[in-house]
């Protein structure tokens, strides 16, 4: 149905994970998922579908960076009919409060990208989260006892940031993590009238340096993905 998903109609649920390692996502249906079943495997972006608690849930990877984020995010809504989307990912601190292993939900994005000034020009245009689902993120997290964070993050193009004191003005207005896909995600679902929220892991501390290695970011993100399921 798709270009860049090979799966057929029906095989993807109306509730979608979004990890962005593909690893992650075969993870994520092995451990947490019932029945689950890979629908997709082209570039080596996994998509599975499987149960949780008797929903029908599917997780789907989406690379890297807004490009391509972008273009699993629009495929699963306009081809496969996707209504509620869930981004599970890892972020970097901005603030000396927030610490690795903090989960992080994001009400709003700031971006240095320009994915939205091709659309509105001059005119500043605020990706936010769907308010439901947010609220049912926090009251989740305050039933579990999970420790989250809630508040503007930015999604940013650039990882590998030459310009070191950067950060400090988006620290200085109270962003609180940085990362890479949200900002499409919530301008994507927010144009086609779906869902969505971004669930972050913090994974590095841009002030301390402190950082989890490639295979702890793979496997022991487990209350993020606990709060995910619960909230899809």
Known sequence: MSIHIDA???EIA???LLPGDPLR???IAEQFLQNAVQYSSIRGIYGYTGYFE???ISVQSTGMGIPSASIYIHELIKDYGAKQLIRIGSAGSYQPFVKVRDIVLA?????NSSINRTVFGQDTYAPTANAELLVKALNIAQ???IKVWSGNILTSD???DYRQEDYKKWMEHGVLCVEMETAALYTIAARFGAKALSVLTVTDHVITGESMDAATRETSLTDMVKLALQLA
Request: no cysteine.
């Open 14 to 16: 109306e509730t979608v």
């Open 8 to 10: 057929k109609k029906g």
């Open 25 to 27: 996502a075969k993870w």
């Open 107 to 111: 009400m709003s994005t700031s971006t």
């Open 158 to 160: 650039t990882f590998y």
């Open 54 to 56: 008797g929903k029908k």
């Open 143 to 145: 039933k579990d006892r």
